[in-house]
């Protein structure tokens, strides 16, 4: 009667108790447990006693070569793991004061940039300044510019201003003639001319000129006592003085 007794399982030599995966073998892999079974003679026992005592020649139906027949493969797939618990959560750890021989030169660092900052920002306000200055004097040149070339227009036309003078102490500037050279002394005022020197005015020598010097009682300093030609300014500059006769005190 032939027996085929379960051999042990190969899969299973080399794992732990309890069906632990064994060392090398991941945990979440399939198993693979081979059966197999192998033929046995009758004389099972004889052939055992003959390996016992060290026979070299094979006992009478002892089976040389044993036939493994793979009848089942079972695959024992173990369960998925699960996810892993989450640990802990990770803190950065603060950053450590800077300290020992870095601290010294950081500090260093820090001087030499403050004091570029303070020559940069000298050097805004030269610059701020000087542009300010700058515009300053160009204004103020525009502005000369346009007076002289006002006062240099206005100059060429003095000696008509000065005809229709003559012609008003004599009576002339009447009907049309007059409305226009009243219309002119108003439209040369826009230009900020301006007539100065009037009889009886005190002597200035900075706006008049004296022509004819004598002496009254009438008077307590010198004054003008007769103009022969009105004198012009504009806003502050003189363009002519005012020729005059002055008296002085006895």
């Excluded at 447990?33 to 009478?60: F, H, L, Q, Y």
């Excluded at 004097?137 to 502005?143: F, I, P, Y």
């Excluded at 006002?150 to 036309?157: D, N």
């Amino acid at each position: 009667m032939t027996e085929k007794p379960r051999a042990a399982d190969p899969g299973s030599a080399g794992s732990a108790p309890g069906g632990s995966a064994p060392a090398g073998q991941s945990s979440d892999e399939p198993r693979v447990v081979i059966r197999n079974n192998r033929k046995i003679s009758e004389a099972e026992g004889s052939d055992t006693a003959a390996a016992d005592a060290g026979s070299d020649v094979p006992a009478e139906g002892l089976v040389q070569d044993a036939e493994v027949v793979v009848d089942e493969i079972e695959v024992e797939a173990t369960p998925a793991a699960g996810p892993e618990p989450a640990g802990p959560p990770v803190v950065d750890a603060p950053a450590e004061p800077v300290s020992g021989a870095g601290a010294p030169a950081l500090g260093a660092e820090l001087e030499a940039l403050r004091a570029e900052l303070d020559e940069r920002t000298r050097d805004l306000q030269r610059v701020s300044a000087e542009y300010a200055n700058y515009r300053k004097r160009v204004d103020r040149d525009r502005g000369l510019v346009t007076e002289q070339a006002t006062g240099a227009v206005l100059a060429a036309l003095l000696p008509i201003l000065d005809d229709l003078d003559r012609a008003r102490e004599h009576g002339d500037l009447v009907g049309p003639f007059g409305t226009v050279a009243e219309q002119l002394t108003t439209a040369l005022g826009k230009f900020g001319l301006s007539p100065f020197g009037e009889q009886g005015d005190p002597f200035d020598p900075t706006r008049h000129e004296a022509v004819a010097h004598q002496t009254s009682a009438e008077v307590t300093e010198p004054t003008c006592v007769q103009v022969m030609r009105r004198g012009y300014q504009i806003g502050e500059r003189l363009l002519r003085p005012a020729l005059v006769a002055v008296a002085d005190p006895e």
